[in-house]
């Protein structure tokens, strides 16, 4: 399957791992390559530049494939050393990155010069098209039902992706409720050119997570993820469990005098504990409401097979049997 988007990065399939916190390393990111979609890493789990170095050269060991690496730009008074992780990426040799969170216009130069592919992920058209404005060359449509920061319009795919298709020029993918075949012809069908997976890839053999992580997405239900620190404005969806639930009680309890450091042992550093060692009530961890519709832990390669056989199968068999 041709699009814009396999065009752009010389990938197989229309399907992008996205990044996520203490789940794209280079073992994650080069199995999703090797099936022949975009594998990320995400780049502010290694702690240092260096560290971020090492991993794409251990992913580039693993994989003679494109892949990309994620860097998210933190509203934070202790910024990361972003400009040591941009040298890492251009020195690596990558040639895609996800960029998210902030405006990234002020490494976008950098990027451009290196011959590197940005695209840049969005939860609102108008954000959409400001990345376009500065230059990105695609956009992730990042739709309500997504895991982890969903922007506070609370607009669900179905409606984003057509007005991103409305409005934007550029070449954009569906994140954020993407799972499986189906998944990949809606979202075509709606504009996009392509799907990113976050929570889908977590449940893969090849994610380098904790089994429990695994089994509890397995065993959720598209009823089973939360909506936590909406009154902070900073609005993340996450899989439940007991500290969630303490969060959200802390959440009605104050109110409006609600601050961060209210709930900061409930979110504050557990992505380790969670990923790495399996504390499934350590704190809050972004999960998307996909999570109903994952069902086994696959390899990666025998997914997007998959994916793709359904999706070609929907396209071919019914699609085309309806349109008579």
Known sequence: MKTRITEMFGIEHPIIQGGMHYVGFAQLAAAVSNAGGLGIITGLTQKTP??????????????????????????TVNAPDYPGYVRAI?????????????????????????????????TSVRHALKAQSIGCDAVSVDGFECGGHPGEDDVPNFILLARAA??????????????????????LALGAEGMNMGTRFIATQ????????KQALVAASELDTRLVMRPLRNTERVLTNAAVERLLAKERALGANLKFEDIIEEVAGVY??????????????????????????????????????????IIRQRLLALAG
Do not use: Y
């Open 90 to 122: 251009i020195e690596g040799g990558v040639k895609a990155v996800e960029t998210a969170g902030n405006n990234p216009s002020s490494v976008l130069p950098f990027f451009k010069d290196a011959g590197i592919k940005v695209i840049h992920k969005c």
């Open 272 to 313: 380790p504990r969670i990923m790495m060692e399996g504390d499934m009530e350590a704190g809050a961890w972004s999960c998307g409401m996909v999570a109903g519709l994952i069902h086994d832990i696959p390899t990666c390669k025998d997914l997007i097979d998959r994916i793709m056989a359904q999706a070609n199968g």
């Open 166 to 187: 409305e409005e934007l020029t550029i070449p954009f993918v569906a994140s954020g409720g993407m799972a499986d075949g189906r998944s990949l012809v809606a979202a």
């Open 206 to 213: 090849e994610a380098p997570v904790h089994d429990k992580v």
């Open 50 to 75: 260096q560290l971020l170095a090492s991993e794409i050269a251990k992913c580039r060991a693993l994989t003679d494939k494109p892949f990309g690496v994620n860097l998210t730009f933190l509203p």
